[in-house]
């Protein structure tokens, strides 16, 4: 046997393996269990529709009683959340396409392995994308309500349990990638 006929053996032998009757996938979908993937697509999905909700609410929801007394940076702080939410709804919708693309079935094991670490690094870059994106704009409304004590308190502690919450939203997304690349 040559190094080819080898390799194309054992793909096909490992996609039989891992490849469940149609049983087991009608069971699958009866007790509604999801596949590492079709988690961790679902979560990129609300992610990206969560960037778009939150930048037509800041377009439509009326702030203007918020601004009193802010100043023409009123208007640099209403462009930067809106190129924020799109920014942000833009690369989660990119990586769930990415996400969507990788097949079980068609696949190696290597490719779906190999793919998943690449949207993985990307899921990373666009963290240190984003993460000085954000402290920036964090910055801008404090600066924006410098004269008020409450709002900067409201600012703070906004921004804690954005760190919180955003924290472990990324624990999610990291664990989802590391049972997909162990599987």
Same mark, same amino acid.
């Given at each position: 046997?040559?190094?080819?006929?080898?390799?194309?053996?054992?793909?096909?032998?490992?996609?039989?393996?891992?490849?469940?009757?149609?049983?087991?996938?009608?069971?699958?979908?009866?007790?509604? %269990? *999801?596949? !590492?993937?079709?988690? $961790?697509?679902? &979560?990129? +999905?609300?992610?990206?529709?969560?960037?778009?909700?939150?930048?037509?609410?800041?377009?439509?929801?009326?702030?203007?009683?918020?601004?009193?007394?802010?100043?023409?940076?009123?208007?640099?702080?209403?462009?930067?959340?809106?190129?924020?939410?799109?920014?942000?709804?833009?690369?989660?919708?990119?990586?769930?396409?990415?996400?969507?693309?990788?097949?079980?079935?068609?696949?190696?094991? %290597? *490719?779906? !392995?190999?793919?998943? $670490?690449?949207? &993985?690094? +990307?899921?990373?870059?666009?963290?240190?994308?984003?993460?000085?994106?954000?402290?920036?704009?964090?910055?801008?409304?404090?600066?924006?309500?410098?004269?008020?004590?409450?709002?900067?308190?409201?600012?703070?502690?906004?921004?804690?349990?954005?760190?919180?919450?955003?924290?472990?939203?990324?624990?999610?997304?990291?664990?989802?990638?590391?049972?997909?690349?162990?599987?």
């Amino acid at each position: 046997m040559t190094y080819e006929e080898i390799r194309k053996t054992w793909n096909e032998a490992a996609r039989k393996r891992y490849c469940p009757t149609p049983e087991e996938f009608e069971n699958m979908y009866r007790e509604k %269990k *999801e596949t !590492a993937l079709e988690r $961790l697509a679902a &979560r990129y +999905r609300r992610f990206s529709t969560l960037g778009i909700v939150c930048m037509v609410l800041w377009t439509i929801v009326p702030f203007s009683h918020i601004f009193e007394g802010v100043g023409p940076i009123k208007w640099a702080l209403f462009g930067v959340f809106i190129f924020y939410f799109a920014l942000c709804s833009v690369i989660d919708y990119s990586l769930y396409r990415g996400v969507t693309s990788i097949d079980c079935f068609t696949m190696t094991v %290597k *490719e779906v !392995a190999e793919k998943a $670490l690449l949207f &993985r690094k +990307r899921h990373l870059q666009s963290m240190i994308l984003l993460i000085p994106f954000a402290l920036a704009t964090v910055g801008l409304m404090a600066y924006c309500f410098k004269a008020e004590p409450y709002m900067i308190y409201g600012i703070m502690a906004g921004a804690a349990l954005g760190v919180v919450i955003g924290y472990r939203q990324f624990r999610e997304f990291m664990n989802e990638y590391r049972i997909i690349t162990r599987e």
